[in-house]
């Protein structure tokens, strides 16, 4: 069956989505190509350019994508949390390798001194810490959680210690973040 315009776009789209994905995995930021992202996904440069408007805006498509993720899969998790206990947990799984955080902390300094696409981050960040807010603030309440600091303090601190800790386990796979978060976070939700 042939694809229509429209589906053989969207598909053009997610392979370069998977590519991206790939390629920033294995080679970094600031080292990857846009060329070696379409090759890898079977594409020419153009395809990058007419669908993200180069490494950049691909780079953005990919943090949106997993910051939405990230966000549905807390949503879920959140409703399904009965205690305190419980809710510490959620928020402190286990990271996996940090890979994902040596490129996204490459890729955030690398874009932090470009305004246009300091504010993109600074977007999809805020963004994601308002939904997260929102999903803690009703998990607290519905617990009887009281929170240490203001609600968007603590999606800050907890995004920041996150970060902090994946890069930590990047350079020494021995630190156990899972502990360490589930600490602190403890002590910020009492």
Request: charged share 20%; with cysteine.
């Amino acid at each position: 069956m042939r694809l229509t315009r429209l589906q053989a776009q969207e598909r053009t789209h997610e392979r370069l989505l998977d590519a991206g994905r790939e390629i920033f995995l294995r080679r970094g930021f600031l080292a990857a190509t846009v060329e070696e992202v379409a090759a890898e996904a079977g594409y020419t440069r153009g395809a990058v350019y007419k669908h993200f408007g180069g490494k950049e805006g691909l780079w953005h498509a990919l943090v949106q994508q997993w910051s939405e993720t990230l966000a549905d899969g807390l949503r879920q998790a959140l409703d399904g949390v009965h205690t305190r206990a419980e809710l510490i947990a959620t928020l402190t799984p286990d990271p996996g390798p940090g890979r994902w955080a040596l490129v996204s902390a490459e890729a955030t300094a690398a874009l932090a001194g470009r305004p246009e696409h300091a504010a993109r981050v600074a977007d999809v960040q805020a963004r994601f810490d308002g939904e997260m807010a929102t999903l803690l603030t009703a998990c607290c309440e519905r617990l009887g959680v009281r929170p240490a600091m203001p609600i968007p303090v603590l999606v800050a601190a907890w995004g920041a210690l996150g970060g902090g800790l994946a890069l930590r386990r990047a350079v020494d796979g021995s630190t156990d973040v899972t502990a360490i978060a589930a600490a602190a976070l403890g002590t910020f939700l009492r």
